[in-house]
């Protein structure tokens, strides 16, 4: 294909999105003098400056320049609710009257406790932290400690936490200095492989159900059910990360598939939209954070029962995002993704729509994905044309093609989202099929 077409339509994209945006670039300088790149969550930033947020309501967002979006991001599956649910305000609201910050044990830490233990089935017992990668790094030293190993198995193009990066196929140099083995996501034969050579040293085999920032990949069914009998005769504890996938079903990704993990990980949207993370699983791992036990191991943490977070996320989970609201979310965004990837055949371009539910990721390829590995082959430039485009039609998403519905997105807002998409399929025909012609 010609490369520089789609550079030149790039570049004009950028043109355009910079043109557009004078308050975003002012706030990307101001930044600049004072976070490195301007930046403090390395996801938000891409060229040539990221967007600036002003406010949210619903389902919309605004940019400094005052453009309205509809938020088809939901901040990284953390924003279900959307912005500033009534019933998440109120809890909120009341918990700012009560006061916030007491160094004591406080009531809501029990009843969303209880709520997450009722909703996970592996979940016997939690504890709270104020981020995933926490949770997942206190999971992964409860199994360490309890299997008295040090090894664990990751997956290539997973993501665990800003410290337990595997999304470029490989570790990072930020990651955290435990002992991993990566394993191909989805690869049965090669894991299995592994799994013998290493099966009586790892303590933990981590994975997300469906990898999320790795493009919306779904785990086979039997590739985890193979995890689970290998971890079960091998003594080692399967946990798995479902900090993006716990919406996936009323009882998370590990109900849908009947598969229960020894330990689970969450965050995102539990907590209400505010810093949330929680480890839980069997009550013999979690025991050993019992600080009443002469042994316990300390599990420390100034905001872990945070009252607006415990309070958020309690009634949120209990009053909002109820199993029923879970069934008719996924149903929502299963049907999105079929009249998504319905356009893409329609129109036979080289382009796809993956996920599970409410969870979406844009691919420009037609090959099958199984893996973040297949998927890291799809032309890139072509995805950062769709997201500047989406921006330009009023569209957010992530720059790297994730969409994640929340519970006030409706027919209108899907409407808008799928015309959009035509809309880049017939004014980017050209760059398509040229691309199509090349894979
Ligand atoms: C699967 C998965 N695990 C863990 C994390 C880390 O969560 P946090 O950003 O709250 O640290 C994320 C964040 O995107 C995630 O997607």
């Not at 390395?42 to 990221?50: D, I």
């Not at 009560?98 to 939690?126: H, T, Y």
């Not at 990566?182 to 933990?204: I, M, S, V």
Request: aromatic share 8%; glycine share 10%; proline share 5%.
């Amino acid at each position: 294909m010609s490369t520089a077409t789609l550079d030149a339509a790039l570049a004009q994209a950028y043109a355009e999105y910079t043109e557009r945006n004078p308050q975003s670039l002012a706030r990307q300088n101001a930044a600049a003098t004072v976070m490195p790149g301007g930046n403090t969550r390395t996801v938000l930033y891409y060229p040539p400056f990221p967007l600036g947020v002003a406010r949210g309501e619903s389902c919309y967002l605004w940019d400094l320049d005052d453009h309205r979006y509809v938020d088809f991001l939901g901040e990284y599956t953390a924003g279900i609710y959307g912005h500033s649910h009534p019933v998440i305000r109120a809890a909120l609201e009341e918990a700012l009257t009560g006061g916030l910050n007491f160094g004591a044990s406080n009531s809501m830490e029990v009843k969303l406790a209880q709520a997450v233990c009722e909703r996970f089935p592996s979940i016997d017992l939690v504890r709270f932290t104020n981020s995933g990668t926490e949770a997942n790094l206190m999971a992964l030293t409860a199994a360490r400690t309890f299997t008295k190993r040090g090894k664990i198995l990751v997956f290539g193009g997973s993501y665990h936490g800003g410290v337990l990066y595997f999304s470029g196929g490989e570790g990072s140099p930020v990651n955290a200095p435990y002992d991993f083995v990566l394993a191909p996501y989805n690869d049965l034969a090669a894991t299995e492989a592994l799994l013998d050579q290493h099966g009586r040293d790892l303590a933990a085999i981590l994975i997300e159900p469906m990898v999320g920032g790795g493009g919306c990949i779904p785990a086979d069914r039997e590739f985890l059910a193979m995890l689970r009998e290998a971890a079960t005769r091998n003594g080692t504890i399967l946990i798995f990360d479902e900090v993006m996938t716990s919406r996936l079903s009323p009882g998370g990704l590990q109900a849908k598939h009947g598969i229960t993990p020894d330990m689970t990980t969450l965050g995102k949207y539990i907590g209400g939209g505010m810093s949330f993370g929680a480890f839980g699983g069997r009550t013999d791992l979690m025991a050993q954070f019992d600080p009443s036990r002469a042994d316990a191991l300390p599990h420390a943490g100034t905001f872990n029962n945070n009252v607006m977070t415990m309070s958020a996320g309690f009634v949120g989970l209990t009053e909002v995002y109820t199993p029923a609201a879970a069934i008719e979310l996924n149903a929502r965004g299963d049907a999105l993704r079929a009249r998504l990837n319905e356009l893409c055949q329609h129109h036979e371009v080289p382009m796809q729509f993956t996920g599970l539910g409410s969870m979406l990721n844009v691919h420009m390829t037609d090959a099958s994905l199984r893996s973040p590995a297949d998927a890291a082959k799809a032309n890139q430039p072509l995805r950062e044309l769709f997201f500047f485009d989406m921006l330009a039609a009023g569209v957010w998403i992530a720059r790297r093609g994730m969409i994640n519905l929340s519970l006030p997105i409706g027919d209108a807002e899907c409407d808008t989202f799928v015309n959009a998409v035509e809309y880049f399929i017939q004014t980017r025909g050209t760059l398509l099929e040229a691309h199509s012609a090349t894979v």
